[in-house]
């Protein structure tokens, strides 16, 4: 079983920065891809950014390439996002996901994932 636990999530204004972590524990083959994925309110939780341990596997929805970057410490069993040039629009909340070797096409899929953190906040505003 794998566990999860974000942090680093908070209130911006729009064009800052905040760095996104999630510790995880458990087996590593379960955790071999982690992601991270958002979701406001009402809506559907949507995939942004992965990445896959000791592979050139790393992948980005299109609304966050070139301002958020997902990477991740093998020692410190930790994955980090990134997330520079925020808008209003990155406002949700962020949950970081792990699952075992998945190929690149699902990435950001959902159903992909079996492991799941609690989520933490990030609110960006005009």
């Known amino acids: 079983q794998v566990q999860l636990v974000e942090s680093g999530g908070g209130s911006v204004q729009a064009g800052g920065s905040l760095r996104l972590s999630c510790a995880a524990s458990?087996?590593?083959?379960?955790?071999?891809?982690m992601a991270w994925f958002r979701q406001i309110s009402g809506k559907e939780r949507e995939g942004v950014a992965a990445?896959?341990?000791?592979?050139?596997?790393?992948t980005y929805a299109n609304s966050v390439k070139g301002r958020f970057s997902v990477s991740q410490d093998n020692a410190k069993n930790t994955l980090y996002l990134q997330m520079s040039s925020l808008q209003p629009g990155d406002t949700a909340m962020y949950y970081c996901?792990?699952?075992?070797?998945?190929?690149?096409?699902?990435?950001?899929?959902?159903?992909?994932?079996?492991?799941w953190g609690q989520g933490t906040q990030v609110t960006v505003s005009s």
């Open positions: 996901a792990a699952a075992g070797l998945i190929g690149k096409w699902r990435l950001l899929l959902t159903l992909a994932y079996s492991s």
């Open positions: 458990g087996a590593t083959y379960a955790r071999y891809c």
């Open positions: 990445i896959c341990r000791d592979t050139d596997n790393v």
